[in-house]
C-alpha cells in the first residue's frame, strides 16, 4: 500500500446526487436525457452519416483491458469441418449446416458500460445503497437499468489529442474540465448541459505499438479530479463520459497517488455513466474534416443480471 489518503478524505468535499431521482434511482444522471434531450441529440444530425465506437472483440494486434483482466477467448463450436467425412456434426433434415461460437469474456474486457454500482468506497455504492448488495452479484445499481433505459441525447467529440497538436497524448498526461471547454470552443462548438462528453485521447495507440510492454508502468492519462471538476459535472448535468482509454481517467491523481477517484466522484457520487475504451478515430477523422463535433449519440448495454459492466457498440449519427 502507499501513504496515499482515503477515497474518503480526498473526495471529502465531493458533491453528490444521492436522493435527486429518489431513493430507488439505479441510473443516476442519464435521468437528465428526457425526451427532449434525445430530440436535441436528433437535431444535431446534418447529414446521416454513421459511426459506431465499440473495439472489435479479437483484435489480431490484441484487446487493451484493465490490468488483471484478460482478453475474451471466443472459441469455435460448430463450422464445415464438423461435417467433413466422419466428422459427427448434426444431421438435420435437409441437409443444414451452420456455424456456432462462443464468447468467454470480463463483461468490462471492451468498449463497455460501467453499472453505477461498479465501483466504490466507505461502504456505499451510487445513490448510498450498501457495498453488500453487490455481494455475489449487484442487487442495486447493475447493468441492468441502463440497459433497459438505453441512452440517447446530443453527443460532442473533444478531440483532446488533436488539440493538443499530439498524435496520442502520453502515459499519465492529465488534462481538467477547463481544457474539455476549451477544446469545445477551439472546435467552434461549446459544451452545453446535458451533453454527452466523448473524449479523445488516441492513448491506446501505444497499447497497438507496444503491446505487452503497454502495461509496465500502466498509468492511462485523462482527466484529474479536482472539486471544481465535480462541480462542473454536477453543475453541467453531464449523463454520461465516454472515453477511448481503458478506464476514463488518469489511472493514479497526480496529487494524492489515489487510484481512479473519478469513477468515484463522478459515478458513485453524482451517477455519471461511464463508457470505456470507445474506438473514435474513424469518427474524429470525420469531425476534423467536416469540423462537426456534435452529433445524436445512442447506446444500450447489453441486458446481463445483475452484473458490474457490460460490453456495448455506441452509435453516432452525424
Ligand atoms: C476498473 O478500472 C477497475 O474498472 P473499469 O475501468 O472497467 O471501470
Known sequence: MTDAPSMNELLKDAPTNWGKWGPDDEVGALNYLTPGEVMRGIGSVRTGRVFTLQRMIGDPKGDPVWPGRTPAVRTQILDESNWYDGAGGPEYP?????????????????????????????????????????????????????????????????????WRGKEALDPAETFTHEDLVACAEAQ??????????????????????????????????????????????????????????????????????????????????????????????????????????????????????KAAGTPVNPVVIK
Not at 466507505?122 to 442495486?140: E, P, S
Not at 465535480?230 to 481503458?246: G, K, R, S, V, Y
Not at 457520487?269 to 475504451?277: C, H, S, Y
Request: hydrophobic share 40%.
Open 94 to 162: 435437409g441437409g443444414l449446416h451452420y456455424a456456432d461460437d462462443k464468447l468467454d469474456a470480463f463483461l468490462q474486457g471492451s468498449t463497455q458500460y460501467d453499472a453505477l454500482g461498479h465501483l466504490w468506497y466507505d461502504g456505499k455504492i451510487w445513490n448510498g445503497y450498501d457495498a453488500d448488495t453487490t455481494v455475489g452479484g449487484l442487487d442495486k445499481a447493475s447493468i441492468m437499468p441502463i440497459a433497459e433505459r438505453g441512452v440517447a441525447g446530443r453527443g460532442i467529440l473533444l478531440d483532446i489529442a488533436r
Open 188 to 305: 467552434g462548438t461549446p459544451i452545453e448541459k446535458h451533453d454527452i462528453l466523448v473524449v479523445r485521447t488516441n492513448y491506446l495507440k501505444h497499447f497497438f505499438d507496444k503491446g505487452d510492454a503497454f502495461y509496465d508502468d500502466f498509468c492511462e492519462p485523462g482527466l484529474t479530479y479536482s472539486l471544481e471538476l465535480a462541480q462542473w459535472f454536477q453543475d453541467m448535468e453531464i449523463p454520461n463520459l465516454a472515453t477511448d482509454t481503458i478506464a476514463n481517467e488518469v489511472t493514479y491523481d497526480p496529487g494524492s497517488g489515489v487510484a481512479l477517484p473519478l469513477h468515484c466522484a463522478l459515478m458513485r457520487n453524482l451517477g455519471v455513466a461511464l463508457t470505456e475504451i470507445c474506438d473514435l478515430e474513424e469518427l474524429a477523422a470525420d469531425c476534423a474534416e467536416d469540423g462537426q463535433f456534435t452529433f445524436f449519440y445512442v447506446a444500450a448495454p447489453l441486458k446481463v443480471a
